[in-house]
C-alpha cells in the first residue's frame, strides 16, 4: 500500500480533541455515578479522580504506540504487524463485535430525547439517530469530525451548565473526609466505585483510530489523549462533586444524573442539560464510533480475511458496504425489540481480552520496528518504556478481572465460544490463501 496522500490529512489537533472526547463520554458519566454514590457516598468524586488516573494507565500503550507509527486500520494494524496474521485476525473481529453497542446507544439516545419530547418514541428516536449519523459518515470522515466538533462542544457546555448551576448548592463539609457519608463503605467500597466508573474513562483510545487522517499522527494523537484526559478529569469530578453533594445521600443513591438536574435547575435549564449533557454524550459516542469500529473491518476486508466487495469506497471514501452492514446490525434488533443490552453486555469481555492481546503487541514494538522506536515522539528510554507498558497492561488486567466478576457465567461462556470461533475462522480463512497482508502503516 501506498503511503496516505496528503489530501486525505485533514484532522488537526482540535478535531482529534473532539472525536475523543465524544468517544470517552458517553452515557456513563449519567448512569454511573448514582450506583457509585451507593458504594462509596460523598466521596465518589474522588473515586472518579482515581478512575480517570487507572482508565490513563490503561491507554498510555495506545499512546506511545501512535507516538512511534500512523496506523491505517486501528488497532488491527499494530496487532498484525508486531503479532502475525493469524493474532491479527483473530484480533480484529473480535474489535468488530463493538458494532453491537451501537444499537445499546442509539435506545439510550432514544430515552433521554423521550425525556424532553415525551410524543417522541423511544424506538423511533434511535433508529432516526442511527439513520442520520450513518448518513453523516457516509459523507466521509471530514465532513463527520466537523459535526463532531459542534456535538462535542455542545456537550461540554451541557455539563457546565450542570457544575455551574449546582457549585451554588453545595451542602455544607463538602470536604470532610470524617462524615459518616463520606466513604460510606469504606476502603472496599471506594475501589467498588473505582472499578465501575472507570469503565467510562478509556474509551478515548480509540481515537489511534483516525491516525489516517491526522496532519501530524505522533504529534496529535497522543496529545488529544491527555488533552481529553484532563478534560474528563476536571468535568468528571465536579460532576461527580455535585452529583454528591447537593441532595442527601439516600436521595441520589442508585439514581441517575438527571435527578439531581431535575432538582436544582428551572425547567428550561434542565431541558436544556438533558439535551447538551446526555443526550450529545450519546450522539457523540454514536457518531464516532460508527467510524472508529469500521476501521479494522474495512483494512480486514483489504487483507482478504473478508470478501473484497465489502470493502469498496465511495467518492468520499467511505466504506459504504460496511457502515450499511453496522448500520443494520443497530436498527434491526431495535425494530424487532430485542435485548440490545444483552448482546452487548456478551461482548465486553471479549474487549478486554482484545485489550490485552493489543498492548502484548505494543510491547513488542521495540524488537519487531526497530525503526518505529528510533523515531518515536516521546524520546523515553526502554526501561521506562517498558515499566509504562506493563503498568498498563496490569490495569488492564485488573479491570478484566473485575468486569468478570460482575458478569453472569453464561456470558462468559459465551465469550469463550465466540473467541474459539474466531479463532477457527482465522485459521480456515488463511489456510485458503485468500489472506494476502498489506502493509498498512506508516513509520513517519
Not at 473532539?18 to 448512569?31: D, F, N, P, S, Y
Not at 448514582?34 to 458504594?39: D, F, L, M, V, Y
Not at 474509551?203 to 474528563?232: C, L
Not at 514494538?365 to 524520546?379: I, S
Request: positive net charge; proline residues 4%.
Amino acid at each position: 500500500m501506498s503511503a496516505t496522500p496528503e489530501k486525505t490529512k485533514t484532522l488537526g489537533l482540535f478535531p482529534l480533541v473532539a472525536l475523543a472526547t465524544g468517544q470517552v463520554i458517553g452515557a456513563g458519566v449519567v448512569t454511573l455515578i448514582g450506583a457509585s454514590i451507593s458504594h462509596t457516598g460523598r466521596s465518589v468524586w474522588l473515586a472518579y479522580v482515581a478512575a480517570v488516573a487507572l482508565g490513563f494507565s490503561i491507554i498510555m500503550s495506545y499512546m506511545l504506540l501512535a507516538s512511534m507509527i500512523r496506523v491505517r486500520g486501528g488497532n488491527y494494524t499494530f496487532v498484525a504487524t508486531l503479532l502475525g496474521d493469524r493474532w491479527g485476525g483473530l484480533y480484529g473481529m473480535a474489535f468488530t463485535m463493538n458494532v453491537f453497542a451501537c444499537g445499546m446507544f442509539a435506545m439510550s439516545l432514544g430515552q433521554y430525547v423521550n425525556l424532553i419530547i415525551p410524543s417522541l418514541g423511544v424506538k423511533t428516536v434511535a433508529i432516526v439517530g442511527v439513520t442520520f449519523f450513518y448518513i453523516f459518515n457516509m459523507l466521509g470522515v471530514n465532513f463527520m469530525s466537523k459535526i463532531q466538533n459542534i456535538l462535542a462542544t455542545t456537550l461540554i457546555l451541557g455539563l457546565i451548565l450542570f457544575v455551574v448551576v449546582g457549585m451554588g448548592k453545595l451542602q455544607p463539609g463538602v470536604l470532610d473526609f470524617s462524615a459518616p457519608d463520606f466513604f460510606l463503605k469504606g476502603s472496599d467500597g471506594f475501589l467498588a466505585a473505582v472499578a465501575l466508573l472507570v469503565f467510562s474513562c478509556y474509551g478515548h483510545a480509540f481515537v489511534v483510530a483516525f491516525s489516517k487522517e491526522a496532519k501530524n499522527a505522533k504529534r496529535d494523537i497522543p496529545f488529544a489523549m491527555m488533552i481529553t484526559t484532563g478534560i474528563i478529569l476536571v468535568v468528571y469530578t465536579l460532576i461527580a462533586l455535585v452529583a454528591s453533594n447537593v441532595l442527601p445521600v439516600p436521595e441520589v443513591v442508585g439514581k441517575p444524573l438527571t435527578v439531581v438536574a431535575r432538582e436544582i435547575m428551572s425547567e428550561p435549564l434542565y431541558y436544556a442539560f438533558v439535551f447538551g449533557g446526555p443526550v450529545m454524550a450519546l450522539a457523540t459516542t454514536l457518531n464516532s464510533s460508527l467510524s472508529v469500529f469500521a476501521r479494522p473491518f474495512h483494512q480486514m476486508t483489504n487483507d482478504g480475511w473478508f470478501p473484497a466487495w465489502l470493502g469498496r469506497t465511495n467518492r468520499y471514501g467511505a466504506p459504504f458496504y460496511i457502515l450499511t452492514l453496522m448500520y443494520l446490525i443497530a436498527i434491526i434488533p431495535i425494530a424487532l425489540d430485542l435485548s440490545i443490552s444483552v448482546i452487548t453486555s456478551n461482548t465486553v469481555l471479549i474487549g478486554r481480552i482484545s485489550d490485552l492481546v493489543a498492548i502484548t503487541a505494543i510491547i513488542t514494538l521495540p524488537k519487531r520496528l526497530p525503526d518505529a522506536w528510533e523515531n518515536r515522539y516521546f524520546r523515553l528510554s526502554k526501561p521506562v518504556f517498558y515499566f509504562l507498558m506493563y503498568f498498563s497492561l496490569a490495569a488492564t488486567i485488573f479491570c478484566m478481572i473485575i468486569s468478570m466478576g460482575n458478569m453472569p457465567r453464561s456470558n462468559v461462556a459465551v465469550t469463550v465460544c465466540l473467541a474459539l470461533a474466531f479463532l477457527l475462522y482465522a485459521v480456515w480463512r488463511q489456510n485458503s490463501g485468500k489472506v494476502i497482508m498489506e502493509k498498512s502503516y506508516e513509520l513517519q
